[in-house]
């Protein structure tokens, strides 16, 4: 029994006419074999799951460096936060809920080791070879560095997910705002965790207009978002709960993400990322072979590397070049 062109019949019945229909696909760079059991977008779904990059998001920074703390979000946990809020909203929209999990489980298989700064500081060495995006990386990542020959509309949405990018479906639109639903309100509970914000520091219209407790505040964006796209060939916020972000946004960039707190450590960050790159382009022979293979510019394979590294690895690294080691007389 073929069971995939069972899910095209279903799809056909129930998603709304502006999804994004598995059979429509506009398919991958290459073609396989069909699966005679899952879609296309269900296997990008699982090829993203198991890839070597998506476990290395468990050891990379969300917002605080190296944070001393089981119960701080990491790379990996705000994915699958991304992930069930993109979910909930496609499910409810009847949207493509298979499309709309592969995209949200890659939107970040390229991001750096210690979170955005480490993103700035690549940025910075490769602005002579085009800059650095994370959402740029994590399609190179799924194209090259590790195969994964997903299918275009996981890519686009992958490459389009930040404020700047503008997603070709509307599953690509549910992730863009879903990963801005749960970096919003998970940093703010990450930095009252950290002491960075009191509970009643939020400004009074975002607690009355969301909600005064972390769960209220993702259920009212949830759901205004809804009501407002559902049945329509968009999906978006109202204008008022728009604003209401915009403002809950400017104030978590003031209080937290500039806070002394959570740029403390940055200096060092790109202390690190610098004098690596440097070394690494001097050592190539460091460098996996597999990256060595990926381009023809130096430089972009460094950044290849240095970008796949989590936190703790790339510090090794640092402390393996530039610590001295004692010895042992014998």
């Avoid at 029994?1 to 095209?8: C, L, P, Q």
């Avoid at 460096?65 to 069930?84: F, M």
């Avoid at 409810?92 to 298989?109: V, W």
């Avoid at 479906?169 to 940093?187: C, F, K, P, W």
Wanted: charged share 30%; with cysteine; glycine share 6%.
């Amino acid at each position: 029994m073929d069971h995939r062109k069972v899910v095209y019949e279903i799809e056909d019945k129930f998603l709304s006419p502006y999804a994004q229909k598995s059979a429509l696909t506009k398919g991958r760079r290459f073609p396989i074999t069909p699966c005679f059991i899952r879609t296309d977008f269900q296997r990008d779904r699982d090829r993203i799951i198991h890839s070597k990059a998506f476990r290395r998001l468990k050891h990379k920074t969300q917002v605080f460096l190296s944070p001393e703390g089981d119960h701080y979000r990491t790379r990996l946990t705000h994915t699958l936060e991304v992930s069930q809020i993109a979910r909930t909203i496609a499910r409810a929209l009847r949207m493509n809920e298979d499309l709309t999990e592969a995209i949200s489980l890659g939107h970040d298989l390229g991001h750096t080791p210690f979170g955005h700064a480490g993103e700035r500081a690549l940025d910075a060495r490769m602005k002579d070879f085009g800059g650095f995006r994370h959402e740029a990386q994590s399609v190179r990542v799924a194209d090259i560095l590790e195969n994964m020959n997903l299918t275009e509309e996981v890519r686009d949405g992958i490459a389009n997910h930040s404020r700047r990018g503008t997603p070709a479906t509307l599953e690509g639109m549910i992730v863009r705002i879903s990963d801005q639903i749960a970096y919003l309100n998970h940093d703010v509970d990450d930095a009252i965790r950290a002491g960075v914000l009191g509970a009643g520091e939020l400004p009074e219209a975002v607690r009355k207009g969301f909600g005064d407790t972390h769960g209220k505040r993702i259920d009212s964006m949830i759901s205004d978002i809804i009501e407002n796209s559902y049945g329509k060939d968009f999906v978006a916020p109202s204008e008022s709960a728009a604003k209401l972000t915009e403002q809950f946004r400017d104030f978590m960039f003031e209080k937290v993400y500039f806070s002394p707190v959570a740029k403390a450590e940055e200096g060092k960050v790109d202390n690190i990322v610098l004098f690596m790159f440097e070394y690494y382009l001097a050592h190539e022979e460091e460098v996996p072979e597999y990256l060595r293979q990926a381009s023809d510019i130096p430089e972009r394979r460094v950044c290849d590397y240095i970008a796949t590294m989590t936190d703790n690895y790339l510090v090794r690294m640092f402390e393996k070049v530039y610590v001295p080691k004692g010895w042992a007389l014998l």
